[in-house]
């Protein structure tokens, strides 16, 4: 079955280290995207990608950065991460318009 | 730009009570809609989507949504609650553009307690 999958699913890093959440998806969808979850926010969006070598900044993009190499991943890197940053993020892939996205089970990322 | 807000971030029911979870949007175009389920240390789940055919949306689990131009609304309801309906929900829309790759704005979402 297809899927959609989030490495790791727990991490602690320190302030001011290079983190990278991957995200694998093998439903072979053009359209991929990142959100952070924080209580009272719902899910806001980080950084998004329509295909291969696109990507778009979200609503909240500072801090982060994403690459799209290949269809399936698209990875999520926190360029020096701070405890402003620590969340559960949560990557979705979906295919045409019109169709359901489809989520990974969430990276709980713990910046101390 | 579109934005989702849903009344009420904790509601708690009875068991056997009627679920009513609300949730409004605004949006400069025609909307898709969707409300997606959320369990305990997991990913989000579809529970049902409006995509401009039918009103009335019927979804898993027993659950249903009207879209309601008029009030910018797309509450989500469930004649008899469940103990496993605990859960949290979230309102989301997308426009109804192609090229928006079915981007989704969230609601901030609301907690359903489920009391026996």
């Known amino acids: 079955d297809a899927e959609i999958t989030q490495s790791p699913r727990h991490k602690i890093t320190e302030t001011g280290r290079q983190v990278t959440l991957a995200c694998h998806q093998t439903?072979?969808?053009?359209?991929m995207f990142w959100y952070r979850q924080d209580l009272g926010h719902g899910l806001r969006l980080i950084h998004y990608s329509y295909g291969v070598h696109d990507t778009n900044k979200g609503e909240v993009s500072d801090g982060y950065s994403v690459s799209r190499s290949n269809t399936e991943d698209l990875p999520l890197t926190l360029e020096s991460a701070a405890s402003s940053q620590t969340s559960v993020y949560f990557c979705a892939s979906s295919g045409d318009w019109n169709t359901e996205a489809f989520f990974g089970q969430g990276t709980r990322l713990t910046v101390v | 730009a579109q934005s989702v807000t849903q009344l009420g971030s904790h509601v708690s029911v009875s068991e056997g009570a009627l679920v009513l979870l609300r949730c409004n949007y605004s949006s400069s175009v025609p909307p898709y809609l969707f409300w997606y389920v959320q369990y305990p240390n997991q990913g989000l789940q579809l529970l049902l989507k409006?995509?401009?055919?039918?009103?009335l949306v019927k979804g898993i689990n027993g659950f249903e949504a009207e879209f309601k131009k008029s009030e910018t609304s797309f509450h989500l309801t469930k004649p008899s609650a469940h103990m496993s309906d605990a859960a949290e929900y979230f309102c989301a829309v997308s426009d109804q553009t192609e090229n928006a790759g079915n981007m989704l704005t969230f609601g901030g979402g609301t907690r359903l307690m489920v009391k026996p």
């Open positions: 439903w072979n969808h053009n359209n």
């Open positions: 409006y995509t401009s055919a039918a009103t």
